[in-house]
């Protein structure tokens, strides 16, 4: 193996490995920052010693066991942690029995998941909102900051600054890492949330790299979701969003071609849709409503994703009662991202014209300049209206936005099928 075939390996392995590894060592360390720390220096002797000596077998016990000697380490220069390295080498001790499943601990602990209590432990109300989503995103998602900046629409010196204080603040006021019980759960569940879906959004549609769709974060965030809505059986949009993942999730073996390459929505073979996630994103919706709270966000969005996944074929969708939905998500979640969606199912349901003169309207909005999904969806319904050459521009400019390399190619793709279809109109009829 090359060194740039380990130097993969190894990214591909801390892609999948890194946010258990932080919330484990969270677990014995008791500081999200210094754990972060130590699982990065886990990571500098992966890629000093598995280029020679090869990946191993078990790469997150690996990593895990790299960075608890760390851990032991730094707590033997630093003398006033004494009892915090003990308790650390009780864990290494400890270790074994977690692999083989400690009855025990499963009774004093009716949740049981490191990265559950990271979550909540980053969604701490001495941190402001954003702050929270932003640091839990960075620890758990394995996101880069300029990956959350995208999925914020800020920018990344912001997403930077509010990690860093966030681990601070929670460093010093000595935030206890735990999932928190009655007031204090529902109190940061918004927040937890919000996190879980933007980690399924990273998953479902990737900010950037080579690949389309990122499946572990998806699973991840549909895991946790699932895990949440037994922590928090009575909350209407908890399963609401879990609805709406597993919906959307459902699409996943229809989203990309052999090669790897998008397939939108409208070109899916619907027979490929996983009839059972389907079954249980409906029964988690009908879950929702029976609380009788009315819906929030999430479930509004589940609905939307519902009218696709009941439509036996594209033709088929309901797009009248996916633009009313649409207005329903506006009044409770009013964003400029919600308008363009919008705009995409009035062009579906009253014509490209229509839908053309909302996303028009959207043109000037600060926060949608730098947002490719503006441009793409300009170009889409110019084509449609073959006005080629100003959907070729569009096409352009969101390939010059997107980070995304499959996404990228297939926005050029179109951009070049415009280009021919333009050429091909005789002169005295442009």
Known sequence: MTAADSHRAIDAVWRIEAPRLIAGLARVVGDIGLAEDLAQDSLVAALEQWPSSGVPQNPGAWLMATAKHRAIDTFRRRRRFEQKQAAIGHQIELARDEAAG???????DPVGDDLLRLIFTACHPVLAAEARVALTLRLLGGLTTDEIARAFLVPEPTIAQRIVRAKRTLSRKRVPFEVPRGSDLAARLS???????????????????????RPGLCEEALRLGRILAELAPNEPEVHGLVALMEIQASRAGARVGPSGDPILLLDQNRARWDQLLIRRGLAALDRADALGRGRGPYSIQAAIAACHARARTAGETDWRQIVDLYGALLAVSPSPVVELNRAVAVAMAFGPAAGLERVEALAGDPALQRYHFLPGVRGDLLAKLERFDEARAAFEEAAALTRNGRERDLLRARADDCARRSSAVEPESR
Request: no cysteine; glycine share 6%.
């Open 102 to 108: 400690n009855i025990e601990a499963a009774l004093d």
């Open 191 to 213: 927040s937890v949330l919000e996190i879980i879906y933007l980690i399924f959004n990273e998953g479902y549609a990737a900010t950037a790299g080579d690949d389309w769709i």
